[in-house]
């Protein structure tokens, strides 16, 4: 899933600066902002004890169900072997399914009381019933946290290759983009065996107690916020059937608005994230092009750092336009190391 700001090219990078500036006894590292969960997969495959949180519910869930789970789940309550074999099954024959109460196709594919381009129709279709099917066994008590969130993270992970989408939800695309005539098709999430992890829900000044070597925190570097470029993936994973509006059906984020995407709080924010942290070391992932200048957010670390432990790291990263690549000189991608006073 293309995520803004995603790391999955930048992971080397992130491990290198914390096998390189700490004391090398780290074992647990913080991932505050998870978002795709990419960083946090990656550690625990390092052997790194994880804390991953969110604030939006199907990033968690994504995190809950894949490095939050140790082990693949037997599904034993449940009594069917290969539950995501059943669910890719149950909606074959998208002309015999119910299609009442199906929020996501009444709301993000085209029928006679909606226009929105999402989804196909008999995708969305498929993203309802699977969807309904497992909460149906979470209600009924026939699976278990981890397997509801296995199951649920699989699903997560599915929509975006049949999405109409160039790489967010923020909008659609006016005609089908041929990975919508594709069949949404679940697969088992990658299970890493490692140690414990801890997934949260939250705020992220409600996690910054919890004790942990490293703080690693990827947070917004512009006035973009996420809620609004995901929010048919976050109403998928809460199939709470919001009130929704305008012409992309976007869920109310009143609540979930972020103090780094605006400039008359970004500061303040990045200070209240370094000095609430309960981790020896804070490594922070930006760009030269963030609303804050590199000049101010070097000046807030070096002024929580231990003296002559502030590093700055920086890489050449190509930029995204939409499909094409663009490698226009200047953007360079940051990581800001220090150890805590």
């Known amino acids: 899933m293309r995520y803004i700001g995603g790391k999955s090219?930048?992971?080397?990078n992130i491990q290198n600066a914390i096998i390189q500036y700490t004391d090398g006894n780290v074992k647990k590292i913080t991932d505050i902002f998870s978002g795709s969960g990419v960083v946090g997969k990656f550690m625990k495959e390092q052997g790194y004890s994880i804390i991953s949180n969110d604030l939006l519910y199907f990033s968690y869930a994504i995190a809950r169900g894949t490095t939050g789970v140790n082990s693949v789940p037997?599904?034993?309550s449940l009594e069917i072997k290969d539950p995501i074999g059943y669910l890719n099954q149950?909606?074959?024959?998208?002309d015999?399914?119910?299609?009442?109460?199906?929020?996501?196709?009444?709301?993000?594919?085209?029928n006679e009381n909606c226009e929105r381009m999402y989804f196909q129709n008999d995708n969305a279709l498929r993203i309802d019933i699977i969807r309904k099917q497992i909460e149906d066994w979470k209600h009924d008590e026939l699976i278990t946290e981890d397997e509801y969130y296995y199951l649920l993270a699989s699903l997560l992970q599915a929509v975006p290759y049949v999405a109409n989408i160039t790489g967010t939800f923020g909008s659609y695309l006016k005609f089908w983009d041929k990975r919508t005539y594709n069949r949404l098709t679940l697969e088992p999430p990658q299970i890493i065996k490692g140690?414990?992890?801890?997934?949260y829900c939250g705020d992220y000044t409600k996690i910054l107690s919890k004790?942990?070597?490293?703080?690693?925190?990827?947070?917004?570097?512009?006035?973009?916020?996420?809620?609004p470029n995901y929010h048919v993936m976050e109403t998928i994973a809460r199939y709470d059937n919001p009130v929704i509006r305008g012409v992309t059906g976007i869920r109310d984020y009143s609540e979930q608005?972020?103090?780094?995407?605006?400039?008359?709080?970004?500061?303040?924010?990045?200070?209240?994230l370094i000095e609430g942290s309960n981790s020896r070391y804070i490594l922070i992932s930006y760009n030269n092009e963030g609303i804050i200048s590199t000049e101010a957010l070097s000046a807030i670390c070096k002024a929580y750092a231990?003296?002559?432990?502030f590093r700055l790291i920086e890489s050449d990263y190509r930029r995204y336009k939409n499909k094409i690549p663009n490698n226009t000189e200047g953007l360079k991608e940051q990581l800001y190391f220090l150890k805590r006073r």
């Open 211 to 227: 004790k942990s070597d490293v703080l690693y925190a990827d947070p917004p570097y512009n006035s973009r916020e996420y809620l």
């Open 96 to 110: 015999s399914l119910n299609r009442e109460n199906c929020f996501i196709y009444e709301n993000y594919s085209p």
């Open 257 to 272: 608005k972020s103090a780094f995407c605006k400039k008359a709080t970004v500061e303040e924010a990045f200070k209240k």
């Open 9 to 12: 090219l930048l992971l080397n």
């Open 306 to 309: 231990v003296p002559d432990t």
């Open 195 to 199: 140690k414990k992890c801890e997934c």
């Open 74 to 76: 037997k599904f034993k």
């Open 90 to 94: 149950i909606v074959e024959d998208t």
